[in-house]
DNA sequence: CGCCAATCATTTGCATGCAAATGAGCAGCC
DNA sequence: GGCTGCTCATTTGCATGCAAATGATTGGCG
């Protein structure tokens, strides 16, 4: 009879008290996952990933910056980097040029399309956020963002 | 000389107090990142990704599920987790099979080994847990939880 | 000068993640 | 029975995300 059910109980004792929907790995996954649906949606109008928005406001925040400074400071390494900044020219929201001191680095500058494109969504990031953070009191918000942040 | 410095201060105004390093999208992103670094590192001498373990585990502990059932519970959609499921299958950690009563519906099953082999990564799960939240106080990582879950 | 380690960027391969379209099957309803 | 709408699963296409390998270039060091 301890056999008839199948698999599950025969490795009861290892799994006891262990329930992934508690884990952080489990929680960060899915509240990441919930945000990009709400920023996805909430710029459907001009088409822009969480990735490309961040990447190209820095870029425009920054003025003229190298490749793979800019994914240090978005959080993307030089081969998921590379891909957004491509995409981000092929739309002509931003340049790319070879540095003459250093030939190796790519330096980009965002175009006037880009620098407007911008401007005019920041509004809509702030809504993402806002929407993201909704089920959460003014306290909780703040401390979900220290929290997160220290988590790094 | 108010545009000798090229098309970052003409945006000024509309980019004024708009920290992208303070948004959740932005915070929530890095921390997943640092956690699927840390639990890809732990389970780097059974290869299993976060999503795999959580797919595996739910079907360790339902013993017989539809995929469908299982992608809702361990959070990924009907494409993504068909991915999942077909990468566990092929290393023989589960087997599927079609339901009689309703032939769309493929059941799953997790084998021998996959019962196995979840009972043996359980504890570096755990450490990959407590590796991410190292950074908190104990207090702080039950806020965390909690507050993520309440962001679901 | 020549060598070497480090950095920059790119490419390939693999694994999420989702939208959208598709095909199969089921269940209720007339 | 036949219609219709739903769910199940799959496929395609696109966008992260990272490891690892590659090629170009730079800078330092002897």
Redesign the interface.
């Known amino acids: 009879m301890a056999t008839s ?4 109980n ?2 009861a004792e ?2 006891a008290g ?1 329930i ?1 929907e ?15 649906a709400l ?1 996805t949606a909430g710029m459907a109008h001009v088409a822009l990933t ?2 490309q928005f ?1 990447a190209l ?2 870029t ?5 910056i190298t490749q793979n400074h800019l994914g240090r400071l ?2 993307m390494d030089p081969a998921t980097i590379q891909g957004v900044v491509r995409r981000l020219i092929v739309r002509g929201l931003m340049r790319s040029g070879r540095d003459r001191m250093d030939r190796r680095t790519a330096v980009l ?2 175009t ?1 399309a ?3 494109l ?3 969504v ?1 509004a809509c ?2 809504q ?2 806002e929407t ?2 909704a ?2 009191s003014p306290e ?1 918000r703040v ?3 220290a ?6």
Not at 22 to 36: I, N, S
């Open positions: 059910e199948g698999p599950t025969r490795s290892a799994l262990f992934v508690d884990h952080v790995g489990f929680l960060l996954r899915r509240a990441h996952q919930r945000h990009v920023f969480p990735t961040t406001l820095k425009v925040e920054l003025g003229r978005a959080a500058e965002p006037e880009g620098v407007a911008i401007a005019s920041v990031a702030r993402a956020h993201a953070l089920p959460l909780e401390q979900v963002l929290l997160l942040r220290k988590m790094g």
